[in-house]
């Protein structure tokens, strides 16, 4: 039974994807199956949001339950948790007392987050040249900069033209050249991830 | 009531803001609790939020309302893709909340296999007709003559540029080192000296790169802190 | 029935043992026997009545084939029959006293000296080489006389005859007078001779002599002295027999080899030591010795095994010693709690120092109001001119998708060209259809989109939209989106079936709308638009524009870069969305591009000063270790 399981999981898996891909390729044909395992698919994803938010829940209950120094915060969220469902539930998600959570609690911390990202980041930068400084390190630190000066007119000085052409050079040549690099190989990765999944040799899902 | 309550709910909005605002900020001191609070309250917040979406989005409006509206209608058709397209997604669906229990978590494996089977043929299939095919057929369209301005001070330019973003490409690709044999443990890998040099190229490139993703995160950043503190101001004007 | 003598401990054992039990000695292989208890068992020692002409015709030897019998060498067998023929021989000359006083002395226990220990050991096969000898015309003596060569000649002039006479007179009687040869003397000497128990002379003479019936004497100690003893004649000493040989003249020896010579004097066999005092060995192979192990068992006491104790001995201080290494390993395994850290540390201020000196010029810059710094011309940000030429192509009324895939994080970046944007879609009187891969999305939406102004004029009364919700599955719902999104979204949040209404009715896949708008600030979510929807899109030209965040621009930039473009227009961060703005004729000055401005020069002023500084304080840290 122990091997019996793992190998129909990857024989679900291959059949599956094999059929999806299939799709592609002769639409005619797979077209229907394709549509269906996809519309399978999205609902399932919805049940797996769903077992995700009721999983963080049950651990947050565990955690009030065995108190400790997380206790509050976690009776903080379920709280929060409790009211936003009822509240979003009665309102609807795009009622005014829906939209006017999300735009006094949420919108502000993400923002405010973000924002403290900012003075981490330049605290980061400044410290870049802390350890022995390699020229590859050198050159991050050349492109922030020439990057950062040629973004906006800077204060004192005025927009610079020189700093605003190169930066528009590096933004359009060597980094668009890294970047379609950086996207290829990601997609060639991609595929093959992809491929070893069908080919049942990763199984991912626990199999 | 209701009136004075929607009148109301305005500047308590804004106060609540402001305070959250002010909890999180206060991460620059240090940890504390106001923060790990603010982050909790959000936590609850967004994970209701998205509760209730899915409710409302699939199981209202996809599950159940189209069967109630197929069994009123009494279309036949109707009833037909339902059995087809829905409900055994919902009892997939159901199968699956068995591994929201440890004793019952290996039952619902088979879902996730389909569920990962589905999503690894879609991401192979974006990848290549996506982006494999495209971005090698814009590199290889780079010094397309048909392409080229007319004017010589811009061809110059034009083809210096394509060049360089031709060899960026193709160096960042071999920084990558697809298609290496696996070394043994201990034997140092042993690759061609112009693949070393080419290879340092594509990671000067990537630097670049990574120096251009790094300043347009900060600037990102820079301008939320500017969004909050104009909150901040414009709440302070308004309160007082 | 009688026992068997074990030779090395002289305990009796019953017959049927191979084996003494006391010591587990092997009890037939010495072959002490005793004589007249071997029922049906020949012993080569003992001669029997009945068996003694075979034991003539054979040389002494009956047929027997037993081991001992086989040990036995030829030398020793052939003197057997010598004494034998000896006896026959010659007559009984000793006088009867003389006998009883060596058969007296053959019988009687052998005199042992005062410290010494009763022996155990039973020489039963010299008793019965006795008493085949027929009793002896000397008495017996512990003298011990070596042997020497002229005991060779003596035996073979005993042998000799008795050899002719054995072939001549084969069924003779054993002979009534036995001359006694000088190694059976000798051997006398050295052994003792014990008669206990069940084994009497008297016995061993019957058998010995070879008296065809068997006596039984009632009376045990009662002897029957046979005939022939009385007639032994004395023995004559092979050295009055013997003929002195020739002379050898003594060898003329060299000084060295004189020197080398023993000292006469001393006497080769005696021990260097004086064992006069030394104990006599009273058992076993060496009995009579002086100044040897003693061989007997009972010297060499078996006892009991000491018993160790196999409990650790350990002192006080090392026990306390092992208590601590056990407290020690049982502290690792706890978790430790982290120290809590002081709120002000180095780090804690000096990032205060950063925040401070970003947070002051732009709360200035707001509080002020500042309007200084020009905003950027659509054509110095790429992708800005052809975003809005794509918006401007789309057909006024007709439907348009837009997905709102940003976090609400990246509002106050992007809500300002996703403001122009919607404004310019109101003014066209589009139909926007909203969808979103996020969970946030929906309410991102409703809250950029119900503010808008109507045509009529009116704040908040543009209706011509419809918010289609949250689509699951990431990649998956796109794909589902791009090949039907009917069935992927069939209603909208209000419950309402757009689809069933115009201007949706019309739309039957993602090609029908006019275009499709990204508002996202991932990059991931942008290269799966452009991955699952944009092959579908290129088949009928609809275009696909992004608005997007200043993170996600560089990776996106590929895309609209390309040839053919995959993104046809392309907005991106605060200055693109300043950019849209002027060129769809907004003009208005933003308060946050001065702030933005005044902000990156402190950022660069703070990254350049904190690198070289810490550059600078490097410099001699690292000249100090090259030197060392």
């Known amino acids: 039974m122990k091997k019996i399981l793992p190998t129909s999981n990857a024989i679900i898996a291959v059949i599956s994807g094999l059929l999806v891909l299939l799709g592609y390729f002769f639409p005619g044909v797979f077209g229907n199956i394709q549509s269906i395992l996809i519309g399978w698919s999205i609902i399932l994803a919805a049940f797996a949001l ?78 870049l040249l802390t350890r022995r400084p390699k020229w590859y390190t050198v050159l991050f630190l050349v492109t922030v900069l020439i990057v950062l000066l040629g973004s906006v007119p800077l204060f004192f000085l005025g927009e610079v033209a020189p700093l605003v052409a190169l930066r528009g050079w590096l933004a359009q040549v060597p980094a668009v050249a890294g970047a379609r690099g950086l996207l290829l190989g990601v997609a060639l990765g991609t595929v093959a991830t992809g491929i070893r999944i069908l080919m049942g040799v990763d199984r991912p899902y626990g199999g | 009531m209701l009136e004075r309550i929607s009148q109301l709910a305005d500047p308590i909005g804004v106060i609540i803001g402001f305070a959250l605002t002010i909890m999180v900020l206060s991460y620059l001191i ?194 939320a802190l500017i969004d909050r503190i104009q909150f901040l101001w414009d709440s302070i004007i308004g309160i007082f | 029935m009688t026992d068997i003598i074990c030779p090395l401990c002289g305990k009796p054992n019953p017959p049927e043992l191979d084996e003494c039990k006391y010591c587990q000695a092997p009890l037939n292989a010495s072959g002490f026997l005793a004589p007249s208890d071997q029922e049906g068992q020949e012993n080569p020692f003992i001669v029997s009545s009945g068996d003694s002409d075979q034991s003539e015709s054979q040389g002494l030897k009956p047929e027997s084939t037993s081991p001992l019998e086989q040990a036995i060498p030829d030398w020793l067998k052939n003197t057997e029959a010598n004494f034998l023929e000896g006896t026959e021989a010659k007559p009984e000359s000793q006088a009867p006293d003389d006998i009883a006083e060596q058969i007296d002395s053959l019988l009687s226990q052998p005199s042992t000296p005062d410290n010494g220990v009763q022996p155990d050991i039973d020489d039963d096969w010299l008793a019965s080489l006795l008493a085949e000898a027929g009793g002896e015309s000397s008495p017996l003596s512990l003298q011990e006389e070596p042997l020497d060569e002229k005991e060779v000649p003596v035996n073979a002039d005993l042998t000799g005859p008795s050899v002719e006479e054995s072939n001549g007179d084969e069924g003779v009687l054993p002979p009534a007078q036995i001359e006694k040869p000088d190694w059976l003397t000798g051997l006398e000497a050295s052994s003792k001779i014990k008669v206990e128990g069940e084994i009497t002379p008297s016995e061993a003479f019957v058998i010995g002599a070879g008296v065809a019936d068997t006596v039984e004497s009632a009376d045990t100690g009662s002897m029957d002295i046979p005939d022939w003893i009385g007639k032994i004649e004395p023995e004559e000493t092979p050295s009055d027999q013997e003929e002195p040989g020739p002379q050898i003249a003594p060898a003329e020896l060299p000084g060295w080899l004189e020197a080398l010579r023993p000292d006469d004097s001393v006497s080769a066999t005696e021990p260097v030591e004086d064992l006069s005092a030394a104990d006599v060995v009273t058992a076993g192979p060496l009995v009579g010795l002086r100044g040897v192990i003693n061989a007997h068992p009972s010297a060499i006491r078996a006892r009991k095994p000491p018993t160790y104790s196999i409990k650790l001995r350990v002192t006080d201080e090392q026990r306390a010693r092992v208590e601590m290494m056990v407290a020690l390993l049982a502290d690792e395994q706890k978790p430790k709690p982290l120290p809590s850290q002081p709120v002000l540390t180095s780090r804690n201020i000096f990032r205060l120092v950063i925040a401070a000196a970003l947070i002051l010029p732009i709360a200035w810059m707001i509080i002020t109001g500042s309007q200084q710094v020009p905003a950027p011309q659509p054509g110095e940000v790429p992708g800005v001119v052809d975003f809005t030429q794509q918006v401007q192509a789309i057909p006024a009324g007709s439907p348009v998708l837009l997905a709102f895939d940003y976090e609400a994080g990246f509002s106050g970046e992007m809500n300002l060209a996703i403001s122009t944007l919607i404004n310019q879609l109101t003014i066209k009187n589009n139909f926007m259809t909203l969808v979103t891969t996020i969970p946030s999305g929906p309410a991102l939406a409703e809250s950029l989109i119900s503010p808008s102004t109507s045509l009529e004029g009116n704040p908040g009364s543009y209706s011509y939209y419809t918010n289609l919700g949250y689509i699951p599955g990431g990649t998956l719902g796109l794909v589902g989106l791009a090949l039907s999104p009917k069935s992927v979204l069939p209603y909208s949040l209000d419950g309402v079936n757009v689809w069933q209404s115009a ?24 290269r799966s638009w452009v991955e699952q929807v944009g092959p579908v899109l290129k088949e009928d030209g609809t275009p696909l524009l992004i608005v997007t965040s200043s993170q996600a621009e560089p990776l996106i930039r590929p895309y609209y870069e390309a040839n053919p473009s995959q993104v046809q227009g392309m907005v991106s961060s605060l200055a693109g969305g300043l950019a849209y703005g002027r060129s769809v004729g907004n003009i208005q000055q933003n308060g946050e591009w001065d702030a933005f401005s005044i902000a990156i020069t402190a950022s660069v002023l703070i990254i350049l000063i904190g690198s070289i500084s810490r550059a600078v304080m490097k410099l001699p840290m690292s000249g100090k270790k090259k030197e060392s």
């Open chain 3, 503 to 526: 201007p949706l009715d019309t739309v039957a896949t993602i090609n029908d709308f006019s275009a499709i708008i990204v508002l996202t600030n991932d990059p991931d979510t942008a």
């Open chain 2, 30 to 223: 240090g940890d504390n609790i106001l923060f790990r609070l603010a982050i909790s309250i959000f936590i609850g917040v967004a994970s209701g939020y998205a509760a209730v979406l899915i409710l409302y989005n699939v199981i209202l409006y996809q599950v159940l309302v189209p069967v109630i509206q197929a069994i009123t209608t009494g279309k036949v058709d109707n009833l037909l893709t339902y059995a087809t397209h829905v409900l055994p997604a919902v009892l997939l669906g159901i199968w699956m909340l068995t591994k929201a229990s440890p004793r019952l978590s290996r039952g619902g494996t088979p879902v996730l296999a389909l569920l990962t089977g589905v999503g690894a043929a879609t991401v192979i299939a974006g990848a290549v007709r996506g982006t494999i095919f495209p971005q090698v057929g814009a590199s290889a369209n780079l010094l397309n003559i048909q392409t080229a301005p007319e004017e010589l001070s811009r061809l110059v330019g034009w083809f210096i540029n394509g060049l360089i973003i031709l060899v960026g490409t193709v160096t960042t690709l071999i920084y990558f080192k697809f298609g290496i044999k696996r070394q043994e443990e201990g034997v140092p890998a042993q690759h061609s000296v112009i693949l070393e040099y080419l290879s340092t190229a594509g990671q000067g490139f990537i630097v670049i790169t990574l120096g251009v993703l790094f300043a347009g995160v900060y600037i990102a950043t820079l301008i």
């Open chain 1, 50 to 127: 769903l077992l995700g938010i009721f999983n963080l829940a049950f651990v947050h209950w565990k955690k009030t339950k065995a108190g400790g120094a997380g206790g509050i915060n976690s009776i903080v969220l379920l709280v929060s948790l409790g009211i936003t469902i009822i509240l979003v539930s009665l309102s609807g998600p795009t009622g005014a007392l829906s939209l006017w959570i999300f735009n006094s609690f949420q919108v502000p911390v993400e923002i405010s987050l973000l924002a403290v990202l900012a003075v981490v980041l330049v605290y980061a930068a400044a410290r």
